[in-house]
């Protein structure tokens, strides 16, 4: 029984099939339980009044945004090496997801910063980099659709996430060279002793969960709709044939 | 039940909205199209197996 | 390869090759920026060194579609895939032949477009030097970008698309270096990441364009 087992599109669609359901009810519960534990059972920041309460969506899809890039380069690699087009799919599956995931962080982050810096927006290194984040999505995407056929799709967009991939990270140290920020340090982080308060973290912790899982089901059932999407395309070309 | 969000409540309460509307759309369109295709690829494989099962009978 | 290159650089100056295109849209964003923004001397001469940078980056994303698309039209970019020159070397001399025909009349008439917009005496040689040095990653990248969108249809806007974002490292740093000539600061730091994203761009990407280039031809 080895991973690559699971390159067999119909495999895929079995056991992610029997996975889904519990997948989507954990995250759902997850979410739910984060949200609300946070929305409603936290208190305020005593310098951030309320707002503080906008972490529990701002930070989990910031990490997911960077998270679905990596499992789309991840992917293509797969691809590129391996030739699974199981992989290429969820690749593709993903940009959407993690296009999304950024827009939630940029505009939760806009919306945190009008009470907190008094602007919606500055040209701070990090939110920058996510806005060029954004960006490579959205080209990623694009090139997608702009392919007809599925092969060369995936080899063109492939190649393009690992480019992107190096050059998104260079624009990185670019833009933290370009200017310095308001934005604070890393809200989570393994080496510190003390991350945020107690009180927040665990909220915080049980929805990061609900979104980790939310894009695993989210890439699960839009990977079964690539695969089925491409057997579909194929058989009417054969059908053409014949 | 509702907590007191003081003078940022329409900060907290507006990202809520949008982010879980995003979510929301994002998770509908995602298996909207998965149920559309789903029929589709039926409805072909059922087109093509007839297909061949007529070929198979004129054949034979 | 140097017969490609003259073959290039001649169906680029010859009428049609859009050789002066890429100068006068230049010039027209230059020209524009004042217009946009008001005739202050003092504010056009301190933003004169960024309104360059961007000018010049977009003339030259307006000429990358040409790089592979005539060729692919008239099918001899085939006819170049079994010639017995390989792939890499190809995309090398289509960024060459690119630099030198769009890039490099873009850092000559900088300077010039430099003086409409007032910008400082200490300026000009940083300005030049850090398009000079900039320009060739810009040719290279979108030579990558051309090769990625060769097949398209209405390749244009997806090639601005898929660019743009990977020409923010180049720009950041370039404009910086130009910005603090202008200024009057230190600008080793800043030019020597330009040159090293340039040469890294230079000795890197053509292997991703050839392989783009042999996947779009297959």
């Known amino acids: 029984m080895s991973f690559w087992e699971y390159a067999n599109p119909v495999k895929f669609i079995r056991t992610t099939d ?120 959205l080209g990623y995407i694009a090139l997608w659709s702009a392919i007809e056929d599925d092969d060369t799709a995936a080899d063109l967009t492939s190649i393009l996430c690992l480019v992107g991939s190096v050059f998104a990270l260079l624009s990185r140290y670019a833009v933290l060279f370009w200017n310095q920020g308001l934005h604070q340090g890393a809200s989570l982080s393994l080496d510190k002793e003390e991350n945020v308060h107690d009180v927040f973290y665990f909220p915080l912790l049980v929805s990061i969960a609900g979104f980790v899982l939310l894009f695993i089901a989210l890439v699960f059932l839009r990977t079964q709709t690539e695969i089925r999407a491409r057997r579909a395309r194929a058989l009417q070309a054969r059908e053409r044939l014949a | 039940m509702m907590p007191d969000l003081g003078s940022y409540a329409q900060y907290v309460l507006s990202s809520y909205a949008v982010s879980l509307v995003l979510i929301v759309v994002l998770v509908a369109m995602s298996m909207h199209r998965a149920r559309k295709v789903k029929a589709e690829l039926e409805a072909i494989e059922a087109r093509v197996k007839r297909q061949s099962g007529e070929r198979a009978t004129r054949n034979g | 390869m140097i017969a490609l290159l003259t073959r290039d650089m001649r169906l680029a100056v010859r009428a049609g090759g859009g050789f002066g295109l890429g100068l006068a849209f230049f010039l027209i964003v230059v020209v524009m920026v ?118 398209l249809k209405r390749g244009g806007l997806l090639l601005s698309l898929l660019v743009l974002p990977l020409y923010v490292p180049t720009l950041i740093f370039g404009a910086e270096v130009a910005r603090r000539g202008a200024e009057g600061l230190a600008v080793a730091t800043p030019l020597a990441m330009l040159a090293g994203i340039s040469a890294g761009a230079v000795a890197l990407l053509p292997f991703a364009s050839a392989a783009v280039l042999r996947i779009n031809l297959r």
């Open chain 1, 18 to 137: 029997r996975l889904l359901p519990w997948l989507s009810v954990t995250a759902v519960l997850c979410l739910a339980v984060g949200l609300i534990w946070g929305f409603f059972f936290t208190p305020d920041d005593f310098r951030q009044g309320s707002t503080v309460k906008i972490i529990y969506l701002h930070v989990p899809s910031a990490l997911m945004a960077i998270n679905a890039w990596l499992m789309m380069l991840v992917a293509s690699i797969i691809w590129i090496v391996r030739r699974h087009h199981v992989s290429a799919l969820a690749a593709r599956a993903a940009a959407p997801v993690g296009a999304m995931m950024t827009v939630i962080a940029l505009a939760t982050g806009a919306i945190w910063g009008q009470p907190m810096w008094g602007t919606w927006w500055v040209w701070d290194p990090r939110l920058t980099s996510f806005l060029i984040l954004f960006l490579f999505y």
């Open chain 3, 34 to 151: 004042p217009f946009g923004v008001g005739p202050e001397t003092a504010l056009l001469s301190r933003i004169a060194p960024g309104v360059l940078w961007i000018g010049a980056l977009l003339a030259c994303l307006l000429s990358l579609d040409r790089i592979f698309a005539l060729d692919w039209e008239d099918g001899s970019l085939d006819l170049l895939a079994t010639a017995p020159l390989p792939m890499e070397a190809i995309a090398v001399v289509k960024a060459l032949a690119h630099w030198l025909t769009s890039a490099l009349p873009l850092v000559l008439a900088a300077p010039a477009l430099g003086v409409l917009l007032n910008l400082p005496p200490a300026g000009y040689l940083w300005l030049i030097l850090s398009l000079a040095v900039g320009t060739p990653a810009l040719s290279v990248i979108g030579t990558f970008g051309a090769a990625l969108t060769v097949g």
